[in-house]
Antibody, heavy 119, light 107 residues
């Protein structure tokens, strides 16, 4: 049974880098069937696709975050990561890691983790 | 970016009601439209993809239709567990934008 679990600090200071890891069990990220990515949701707001990575290929990013976001996969550990640099309060959100059946269609979500940007 | 606009933003309904939520895209997206359900404090759940295909394990009272720019989610005979927020999402091109959500609560 597939399980995704987000791991990382819940508090990040402004201008620093947010780093999260998604630990995957019950499926292999090297299978080449799915995309593995991130979606976020600011408190009381809607959803925003951040980006994803497909097997060992190049990642795809939301252009609004390009330049600040990096998504990478560690095939040996069956996990993938998100790094978001130069964060501001606007980056405060629940961050979900996800399995995607197309570049944008998410069929399985992690439980989410709240990351607050504050000094 | 493609803008997705849902209506209404919220609605009140009773158990047994039929509920309709609409989603409009700012440009044609063919049938590249998903619907998700999100309950309070939980991750969203995929209900429908490709405008009308029901995700596995989703009850058949949920149905979707539409193409081009106009789409509809129908919940037939609303059940207590259906009170939630519903989001549409275009899966036509990056960045896979979502609608602002429609909250369905108890009348």
């Amino acid at each position: 049974q597939l399980q995704l679990r987000e791991s990382g600090p819940g508090l990040v200071k402004p201008s620093e880098t947010l780093s999260l890891t998604c630990i995957v069990s019950g499926d292999s990220i090297v299978s080449g069937i799915y995309y593995w990515g991130w979606i976020r949701q600011p408190p009381e707001k809607g959803l925003e696709w951040i980006g994803n990575v497909y097997s060992s290929g190049s990642p795809y990013y939301n252009p609004s975050l390009k330049g600040r976001v990096t998504i990478s996969a560690d095939m040996s550990k069956n996990q993938f990561s998100l790094r978001l640099s130069s964060v501001t309060a606007a980056d405060t959100a629940v961050y979900y890691c996800a399995r995607q059946i197309t570049k944008w269609t998410t069929d399985f979500w992690g439980p989410g983790t709240l990351v607050t940007v504050s000094s | 970016d493609i803008q997705m606009t849902q209506s209404p933003s919220s609605l009140s309904a009773s158990v047994g009601d039929n509920v309709t939520v609409t989603c409009r895209a700012s440009q044609s997206i063919s049938r590249s439209l998903n619907w998700y359900q999100q309950k309070l404090g939980k991750a969203p759940k995929l209900l429908i993809y490709a405008a009308s295909s029901l995700q596995s394990d989703v009850p058949s009272r949920f149905s979707g239709s539409g193409s081009g720019t106009d789409f509809t989610l129908i919940i037939s005979s609303l059940q207590p567990e259906d009170f939630a927020t519903y989001y549409c999402q275009q899966s036509w091109k990056t960045p896979g934008t979502f609608g602002q959500g429609t909250k369905v609560d108890i009348k």
